[in-house]
Nanobody
């Protein structure tokens, strides 16, 4: 089994910053890409940013220049720095990872989500 546990979501004022963390644990052999998605009320889940094990990143156009994704491979942890937050960034943020388990099985894993609320 593999688990992703997110933390860092909170209520923040517009223009503020937050740092989200997501730690993977379990029978992990390797993790290729890790990423963050978000889902606002009444909307579909959308990509925020993702990063490969080699550090290659890509971002949704809506948050380029404001959000930064990074990871610590030794800790199986991915981070998302959120700056210049806007009310429209309000959503549940989900961590996602493509994990190869020690058994050799490949899993697509999701975290439980962490709520970010940006007040105007």
């Amino acid at each position: 089994q593999v688990q992703l546990v997110e933390s860092g979501g909170s209520l923040v004022q517009a223009g503020g910053s937050l740092r989200l963390s997501c730690a993977a644990s379990g029978s992990i052999s390797s993790i290729n890409r890790m990423g963050w998605y978000r889902q606002a009320p009444g909307k579909q889940r959308e990509l925020v940013a993702r990063i490969t094990s080699g550090g290659t990143t890509n971002y949704a156009d809506s948050n380029k220049g404001r959000f930064t994704i990074s990871r610590d491979n030794a800790k199986n942890t991915v981070y998302l720095q959120l700056n210049s937050l806007k009310p429209e960034d309000t959503a549940v943020y989900y961590c996602n990872a493509g994990v190869t388990m020690t058994s050799g099985r490949y899993l697509e894993v999701w975290g439980q989500g962490t709520l970010v609320t940006v007040s105007s």
